[in-house]
Antibody, heavy 124, light 107 residues
Framework: QLQLRESGPGLVKPAETLSLTCTVS??????????WGWIRQAPGKGLEWIGS???????YGNPSLKSRVSMSIDTSKNQFSLRLNSLTAADTAVYYC????????????????WGQGTLVTVSS | DIQMTQSPSSLSASVGDRVTLTCRAS??????LSWYQQIPGKAPRLLIY???RLQSGVPSRFSGSGSGTDFTLTISSLQLEDFATYYC?????????FGPGTKVEVK
C-alpha cells in the first residue's frame, strides 16, 4: 500500500524559498500513468492544488502559483520535491503531497493517497 | 478556471440520518468529479471518484451521483465517524479545483 510522507522546515522567512520533499514508500515512484502532486490548505481554509509531476519530469501546475513554483523528482530515492519562492504570509499552510492518478484504467484521475501534511509558517 | 460550489456550507445532523450534500461546477466536468472527507487535524481522504465510484475501503453508506455540472454525495445512515468536512473536486480541466467544503456537524 502506497504511503507518502512530507518533510521540510516548519518555519520559513518572508521572501525566502520553501523546499519540501515527499518520500513514497510501499511502491515505486515510476508507475505508469501515476503523477505525484502537491496540495495546500491555509489555516481554516479550503484546498488548493499546486501542481503535479510525472516520473519523466513532466509537470503541470496551477497558473496562480506557477511563476513561483518548481517541482522535481528523484527516482533513485523514490522522492519528489516542491520549491516555492518569494514567500509571503499568505503561503502559510499545511502542505500535502498526494498521488495523482486514476484508481482504475480509463477513469478520471483523483488525489489518493495523501501524506499526513506538514505545516509551514511564513514569518520573520 | 472551473469554479466549484457546495451547498450547504454546513449542516447539523444526527447519527442515523440520511444526508445529501451538493456540488455544482461552473461548467460541465462530465464525470471528472471526486469527493473527499476531512476530519479535523487529518489529511483528506478520497471517498468517491468518477462521480459515482466508491474508493476501495470506503463504507457502502457513501454514494455519489451526477454528471455535467450537478453532483451529490449521500451518506445513507450517518455514523459518528462521519462528522467531518466534505470537499468536491474536478479533474476535467487544469487547474484542478476544489469546492469550499460542507461541514457536517452533530445536531
Amino acid at each position: 500500500q502506497l504511503q507518502l510522507r512530507e518533510s521540510g522546515p516548519g518555519l520559513v522567512k518572508p521572501a525566502e524559498t520553501l523546499s519540501l520533499t515527499c518520500t513514497v514508500s510501499g511502491g515505486s515512484i515510476i508507475t505508469k500513468n501515476y503523477y505525484w502532486g502537491w496540495i495546500r490548505q491555509a489555516p481554516g481554509k479550503g484546498l488548493e492544488w499546486i501542481g503535479s509531476i510525472y516520473h519523466s519530469g513532466v509537470t503541470y501546475g496551477n497558473p496562480s502559483l506557477k511563476s513561483r513554483v518548481s517541482m522535481s523528482i528523484d527516482t533513485s530515492k523514490n522522492q519528489f520535491s516542491l520549491r516555492l519562492n518569494s514567500l509571503t504570509a499568505a503561503d502559510t499552510a499545511v502542505y500535502y503531497c498526494v498521488g495523482d492518478s486514476s484508481p482504475i484504467i480509463a477513469v478520471p484521475p483523483s488525489f489518493d493517497p495523501w501524506g499526513q501534511g506538514t505545516l509551514v509558517t511564513v514569518s520573520s | 478556471d472551473i469554479q466549484m460550489t457546495q451547498s450547504p456550507s454546513s449542516l447539523s445532523a444526527s447519527v442515523g440520518d440520511r444526508v445529501t450534500l451538493t456540488c455544482r461546477a461552473s461548467q460541465s466536468v462530465s464525470n471528472y468529479l471526486s469527493w473527499y472527507q476531512q476530519i479535523p487535524g487529518k489529511a483528506p481522504r478520497l471517498l468517491i471518484y468518477a462521480a459515482s465510484r466508491l474508493q476501495s475501503g470506503v463504507p457502502s453508506r457513501f454514494s455519489g451521483s451526477g454528471s455535467g455540472t450537478d453532483f451529490t454525495l449521500t451518506i445513507s445512515s450517518l455514523q459518528l465517524e462521519d462528522f467531518a468536512t466534505y470537499y468536491c473536486q474536478q479533474s476535467y480541466a487544469s487547474p484542478r479545483t476544489f469546492g469550499p467544503g460542507t461541514k457536517v456537524e452533530v445536531k
